[in-house]
């Protein structure tokens, strides 16, 4: 699958500097920073086909990171989670919604968001995403271990938990042989109060819009801390003027 010549573009991490962000984020969507979570919802779905709004508690997990930690959803409480699934063997869709996800990571990574956004990506092979390979596989698509995680089922789990994970977010990893598996693709959102808030499905969304709902989840004024700074595109624009 090829993307298109625009998003390939957004793909490469070392053209996005500040001004272009700046000017990206200011053309894309001129008022979003004045509206609320409820318009900027209504806004993506006039203008970005591929998203869907959500409104529902996100389906928990207590998984493992290559490390052997613990990690559950309810750790990331605090947090705004982008939350994927895939498996390392996966040979064509996989590393491709994983770059995608890297091209989002650095537009958010040049704002303040950096410190309230959490990715984190699931392997759906658990048995051959060995500790060493689920290492790699950030390095080798542009992830960034800052605020990225990559997450398996814990010794005790059956092997299939994480594809029934996938399964209550809705969308299934079948197993198809010689290791491999059919699935569809598609990035969940997850607010700081564990609230599962909206889908982006497939690959030709505009990283710019996913980049802006998080904005908007980052700064809800309904849940946010009143005595918090601004922490998100709104707040980095204002320090560079």
Known sequence: MTEPRSETILQSRTRIGPAFLLALALAAAPAAFAHSLKDLESMLGD????????D?????FTLRDADGRTVRLSDLRGEVVVLN??????PDICPLHAEKIAAVQAMVNRTPMKEQVRFVSVTTDPTR?????????GPTHGLDAVNWTFLTTTPDQPEDATRRLAEAYGHSF???GEGYQTHGIVTHVIDREGRWRGNFHGLRFRPVNLVL??????NDHHHR???ASDGGLLGWLRELF
């Open 47 to 54: 203008r970005e086909q591929f998203f869907q709004p959500m």
């Open 129 to 137: 995403d060995t500790p060493a390979i689920m290492r790699a596989y």
């Open 213 to 218: 709902f998080i904005n908007a989840l980052v």
């Open 225 to 227: 801390d009143e005595t």
């Open 174 to 176: 079948t197993k198809a």
């Open 56 to 60: 529902a508690a996100a389906p928990g």
């Open 85 to 90: 699934f895939i498996y390392a063997a996966c």
